[in-house]
């Protein structure tokens, strides 16, 4: 058993304490997934927020068995954030919504931080493929289905697969 | 079955991504307790796909910006103190105002007791002066009644006289200290500037000798009047003259008149 899994156990039995480390290591992650979603800060303040204290609230639901905890936050966090683009309210404030990849988000920030991870990340996305950018921003920020993926590229569905694994695979490469 | 071709099939990174099914979820997971290989794949996608995540993020929020909403599991606060009421104190106000009240009604009690104390002596004082009088009016009567009844009384009854007839007088006379009583009540009040005025008579010859006049008539209550009598009178009267007296008796105005019977 890896001390994550003692975390998430811990955090099911309600400890603030485990759940804090949680949310530290997945808040900034699950907020870059959202903001790629709604493309507004404040809103995606709000959005990781309620992700959280909604998973705080339905600890009890998630099971090892079905998934990573990652995974089971970052499926939260994909319906919470689309959920919220197809409000009207959403829809009215946001005419003209910003069709940025996460790669236009990333390349945009200049120099955030200089740590190893930014950087890395940074050199990542600008030397990514095309056809990586799509797949990842798909499966990973979108929460596109292999089957939705290989449609919306027009790629075989075999391929999407092997693509992923080779496009993640160069983000291992860079920064782990 | 090829550990490598299965991590080579890419499918690692949809389970990461959340994208399969939930039976291929059910078998990777069965896989990754066997195979710790398959594991460290899956640690290390994750890891990469969090990394990438969160360089899109503009910036970091945190924890205690949601922990005040995480409140439902959180300890209850409990009131160390629960709010009790304060009886003692409560009864110790209520006891007060009682006694205030109490203090006041005695005071307005006093004062009352004391005007009824006032009152009552005032009676006292009045009913003492009234049994003080009625002790004197007794003493008066008995004195009076022991005169009548005295033995040397010589009781001489007065006719009324021509016009008068309706009057009348009784004389009491007690020789042995030459004293008259006269009985006026038969009499009406002297009008204003007359009074009545008694004379002594002799008969042959007919020679009346004034007793005086009373001046008090009309005020005494018992109309009864002693009057000193030093003569051998054969009869009285009660004439009415003007203020003063005369020096002879007014005939016309002789009310009353009695004959002194013999010497018993």
């Known amino acids: 058993m890896t001390d994550l899994d003692t975390l998430v156990m811990q955090f099911q039995n309600k400890n603030q304490v485990a759940f804090k480390k949680l949310y530290d290591m997945y808040s900034k992650s699950i907020h870059g997934v959202v903001y790629n979603i709604v493309k507004d800060t404040a809103i995606a303040d709000e959005l990781m927020q309620d992700v959280f204290i909604k998973a705080w609230h339905k600890a009890d639901t998630f099971s090892s068995k079905k998934g990573r905890f990652f995974t089971w936050i970052l499926n939260i966090a994909r319906n919470a954030a689309i959920d919220k683009t197809r409000s009207k309210a959403f829809k009215q404030s946001r005419q003209n919504l910003n069709a940025d990849y996460f790669v236009d988000i990333i390349a945009g920030y200049d120099n955030l931080d200089d740590s190893t991870d930014a950087i890395g990340i940074k050199k990542f996305v600008t030397q990514l493929g095309e056809k990586c950018k799509a797949v990842i921003e798909l499966l990973y920020f979108k929460g596109f289905t292999q089957k939705e993926t290989s449609e919306e590229l027009q790629m075989p569905i075999g391929t999407v697969k092997t693509r992923n694994r080779n496009c993640i695979q160069q983000l291992r490469d860079m920064v782990l | 079955m090829d550990i490598k071709t299965y991590i080579e099939s890419g499918i690692l990174e949809l389970y990461v991504a959340g994208r399969l099914s939930e039976n291929e979820n059910q078998e990777i997971y069965n896989l990754l307790q066997q195979h710790p290989e398959l594991l460290q794949e899956v640690l290390e996608i994750e890891a990469a796909v969090v990394k990438l995540t969160a360089a899109v993020s503009p910036h970091a929020v945190n924890f205690n910006s949601i922990k005040g909403k995480l409140g439902a599991s959180e300890t ?119 009074v009545w005025q008694v004379w002594s008579l002799t008969l042959n010859p007919l020679t009346p000798t004034s007793l005086g006049t009373i001046d008090d008539f009309n005020t005494d209550e018992n109309k009864i009047f002693t009057i000193a009598n030093a003569n051998e009178s054969q009869a009285f009267g009660v004439t009415l003259e003007p203020e003063g007296g005369s020096a002879t008796p007014t005939m016309e105005q002789l009310y009353t008149l009695g004959v002194v019977s013999a010497t018993p």
């Open chain 2, 76 to 194: 209850k606060v409990v009131d160390l103190k629960p709010k009790q009421t304060n009886w003692i104190s409560y009864t110790g106000w209520a006891a007060s105002i009682l006694l205030a009240a109490g203090l006041l009604w005695t005071l307005n009690q006093n004062t009352d007791l004391e005007q009824q104390l006032q009152t009552v002596e005032t009676d006292n004082i009045y009913l003492e002066t009234q049994i003080e009088d009625a002790k004197t009016d007794l003493a008066a009567t008995k004195n009076l009644l022991n005169v009548i009844r005295d033995k040397d009384i010589i009781a001489v009854p007065l006719g009324g006289q021509g016009d008068y007839a309706s009057s009348f007088a009784k004389v009491y006379w007690n020789k042995a200290d030459n004293t008259i009583y006269l009985d006026a009540e038969g009499l009406p009040n002297a009008p204003d500037g007359k």
